[in-house]
């Protein structure tokens, strides 16, 4: 991601037109060096297929920040799926659950098959792939994106839940690595849906593009919706991709959440080991700690 930051902002200033580089009117004769700055920023942005856009304050990314400082669950967390890529961690509370909806479907169906092994019908969903890296008698696949419309190529998840498990009620559990898309998907899905997932993993993408203020205004909604009802327990920064610094604060460009409904906590009580003991890399890269700031700091 690229920041620029002039006088506390990444500016939205549009480039002149072709009439006005021909035939400067007199506003546009008299900018000011300020402007001008402005406009030759854009300039060079736009040389590399970037554009500027409005900074996010430095005070509501740190509140965003603080507000999914990890608690302590319960019941201890466990690993599901593989000791890499794919494997997530989640609290020893899936008893009664029904079913596991995992949209976003890679080489890797570890997670999906631990879920099978407990007893959990699996539904995975991806339009780019033609099924799961694995089978499993409990597996069930659709060729469709998720997101925050349904059509040819997307469904939404509570048309997908309805599809899946009609007239049914019961505890669910969901697991979402749509490559961006999480946040559309989180703002479409209704509260009482939401309410269902007792337990919620997901991989939340362009963190460090949160500088910007229009994905940080759908992102940070996305994510105070997903707090109203549930907790965050526990963060994993994906260390494909590094962080970025700015501001005095480090936000990984990737990172796996797990959160669990709030109903489900017994106490409000911060986690305090990072990372956990069953925390496993995502790739061979270098490791990437969770910053303080993330760990209430």
Known sequence: MTVVDIHGLVLTIPVASETERCHPNR?????SPRQLLKRLAIGILAAGKAYPTALTDRKDMRALVNSLVPLQPAK????????????????DDLGGIEACFSPGVSSESGFEKACAELGMNVFMADRSVEGPAGSHERFHFTKKYIGATTNDNFMTLDDWVN????????????????????????LAVSPGLLRRFRIIVAEFHQLDHLWSKPLFQLASHAIDKLLQTHTCVHIHPNNCCGSLKFQGLEMPRVAEFTFLR??????RS?????PHPLDRENTEKAPLPLPASWCGR
């Not at 009609?166 to 669910?172: A, N, T, V």
């Not at 911060?270 to 990072?274: H, I, L, N, S, T």
């Open 163 to 186: 599809a899946s498990l009609p007239g049914s009620g019961s505890e669910l559990l969901l697991q979402i690595d749509i490559e961006g898309y999480e946040y559309e998907t989180l």
């Open 262 to 267: 709030s109903d489900r906590l017994v106490t």
């Open 76 to 91: 201890k967390l466990i690993r599901l799926g593989p000791a890499g890529d794919g494997g997530y961690l989640v609290p």
């Open 27 to 31: 506003q546009t004769m008299e900018l």
């Open 270 to 274: 911060p986690a305090r080991v990072f």
